[in-house]
Nanobody
């Protein structure tokens, strides 16, 4: 009933840039926070950046000054501009949304995840 689809990952050299995008679709009523998480092999998934519906942002210390999160509330899109990439940024990047959706039996809230997009930083 609700789907998040990411795009924009790829292979990039150190110092390069990428722009990730995530689009939410389905019977969405509202979305509160939207964010990006990442998970490297053998490590736990960690928050990279998040943005509230009001535009307040929060970043992991490791990405401050390099990553910028933005969202389009009308289109249910969240984007992540990634600059000055480092090899340690290599991970699967996952979109997350805290949303309310419409089921036949009424409104429900849930945390939704996308399928992930791979970012690899290597020379």
């Amino acid at each position: 009933q609700v789907q998040l689809v990411e795009s924009g990952g790829g292979l990039v050299q150190p110092g390069g840039s990428l722009r990730l995008s995530c689009s939410a679709s389905g019977r969405i009523v509202s979305i509160n926070a939207m964010g990006w998480y990442r998970q490297a092999p053998g490590k736990q998934r960690e928050l990279v950046a998040e943005v509230t519906v009001g535009g307040r942002t929060n970043y992991a210390d490791s990405v401050k000054g390099r990553f910028t999160i933005s969202r389009d509330n009308a289109k249910y899109i969240v984007a992540l501009q990634i600059n000055s990439l480092k090899p340690e940024d290599t991970a699967g990047y996952y979109c997350n949304a805290d949303l309310v959706y419409n089921r036949d039996s009424g409104y429900r809230s849930r945390q939704c995840w996308g399928q992930g997009t791979q970012v690899t930083v290597s020379a």
